[in-house]
C-alpha cells in the first residue's frame, strides 16, 4: 500500500500532466484530491501549459503519425528495429517525422486499449482522426500496416534529405 506521501507526489505528477495535455476532466478532480491530501503549499497554476507547446499538425501529417502509432501498438516496436529499445525506436521514429516522442507515443497510448496491445493504454474514446485511422488500419494485417508505415517513413526521411 502507497502512504499518504507518495500518493501526494503521484497526484501532484499527474496533475502536471493533465495540464500539459489539457485534459480538463481530470484536472479538476486531481486538483480537488490535492487539496484533500491537505497540500497547501502546492500552487494551482497554469504555469505548466506555458512550458508547454502543442505541436499543430496538419490532418496528413497526423494521419502519418496515428499510423505509425498503430503498428507500434499492434505489431510492437521490434518492427521498425529488433535492435533498439521501445524508447530508442519511438526516438527514431520521432525524428524522422520531426516531432517530439512524447507526441508519438501519447498517440500509441490512446490507440493501446483497442488493439493487441500488452499495454493497457488510455481507456477513453478516440478522437475523430485517430478513429478514423483505426478503423483503416484494424482490417489490415501487421504485415500490410507495417509495409505502410515504412514507406510513410521512406517518403519523411526522403523530404528530409531533399
Not at 479538476?28 to 502546492?42: A, G, K, M, Q, T
Not at 493497457?120 to 474514446?125: D, F, L, R, S
Amino acid at each position: 500500500m502507497k502512504t499518504l506521501e507518495e500518493i501526494k507526489v503521484k497526484a501532484k505528477n499527474v496533475y502536471r500532466t493533465s495540464i500539459v495535455n489539457e485534459y480538463q476532466d481530470i484536472e479538476d478532480d486531481l486538483w480537488d484530491i490535492i487539496v484533500f491530501l491537505n497540500e497547501p503549499n502546492f500552487e494551482k497554476s497554469k504555469k505548466f501549459k506555458v512550458q508547454a507547446s502543442r505541436e499543430n499538425i496538419d490532418d496528413g501529417k497526423y494521419k502519418d503519425m496515428a499510423y505509425i502509432a498503430y503498428v507500434l501498438s499492434e505489431c510492437g516496436h521490434k518492427v521498425f528495429n529488433a535492435d533498439k529499445t521501445q524508447a530508442g525506436v519511438i526516438e527514431n521514429l520521432a525524428t524522422i517525422l520531426n516531432i517530439k516522442p512524447l507526441t508519438l507515443r501519447n498517440i500509441r497510448d490512446s490507440l493501446d486499449s483497442y488493439t493487441n496491445s500488452t499495454r493497457e493504454g488510455w481507456k477513453k474514446p478516440l478522437n475523430d482522426r485517430l478513429q478514423s485511422v483505426f478503423n483503416e488500419c484494424k482490417t489490415l494485417t501487421c504485415d500490410v500496416v507495417v509495409e505502410n508505415a515504412k514507406s510513410i517513413l521512406n517518403h519523411y526521411e526522403n523530404k528530409h534529405n531533399a
